[in-house]
């Protein structure tokens, strides 16, 4: 075997190689792109809010009245279609609202026909004002557990010492978007923790209204 075709085997060997690695790597490994784009709509959605309010004297929706153009008394009940909706203009594309890894949850093809809250992964903070506080929490995973517990949706009170964790199923953790926009990345051994995170919005409860 001369070195031109010694060189090209290893060559081949190297691409073999490539183009198996993601059949041989472990479960977990396959979530890596599916966090990448929950983290991007979560960053979507939060540009969403800031545009919206930009609009509405620097209010989000769930800071102004229903009968005023907002979704303050709905998403108080734990609506979330209706708060996502009349954000549809920012938004754009209802995909970017439904998270790869939730298999309780489908892609809506338009924000008006047959759009439920089957479409959508991430929870509502009911209490998240645009001008005071970027440590409020704004939107984020839906998948929390309390003491174990799957919660159920609708509108969901979390003490500042509230026992929340994520539910493991769901790329291991969650993610939360902050009302400044940044969205912190989360993890079962998370540092800070979800309840740290609690504490932080400077609220004695959150509420987030889950779909």
């Known amino acids: ?6 060189l090209l085997v290893v060559v ?3 691409m073999l190689a490539v183009l198996l690695m993601p059949a041989v790597l472990p479960h977990h490994h396959h979530h890596h792109p599916y966090r990448i784009n929950c ?19 620097n209010k989000y929706p769930m800071e102004i ?27 754009s ?11 309780k949850r489908s892609i809506a093809t338009n924000f008006s026909v047959k759009f439920t809250a089957k479409n959508i992964s991430y929870f509502v903070a009911v209490d998240a004002t645009a001008m005071k506080s970027p440590t409020n929490f ?22 500042r010492d509230a026992p929340v964790t ?3 199923k769901r790329h291991s953790a969650g993610n939360i978007l902050f ?3 940044n969205v912190t990345v989360g993890s079962q051994s998370m540092k800070p923790t979800l309840t740290y995170l609690l504490k932080q919005t400077g609220l004695a409860t959150n509420r987030l209204a889950l779909p």
């Open 138 to 159: 704004l939107s984020g995973d839906d998948s929390f557990e309390i003491s174990g517990k799957p919660v159920d949706s609708g509108l969901l009170e979390l003490p």
């Open 179 to 181: 009302a400044d926009g």
């Open 1 to 6: 075997m001369t070195m031109f075709e010694a």
């Open 39 to 57: 983290v991007n709509n979560l960053k979507q959605i939060g540009l969403a809010y800031q545009i919206w309010a930009g609009d509405n004297q």
């Open 93 to 103: 594309d209802p995909k970017i609202l439904c998270c790869g890894l939730d298999d």
């Open 166 to 168: 994520w539910n493991p």
């Open 65 to 91: 009245s229903v009968t005023n153009g907002g979704t303050m008394e709905l998403a108080a009940a734990g609506n979330v279609v209706a708060n996502f909706q009349i954000l549809s203009n920012e938004l």
């Open 12 to 14: 081949l060997l190297a």
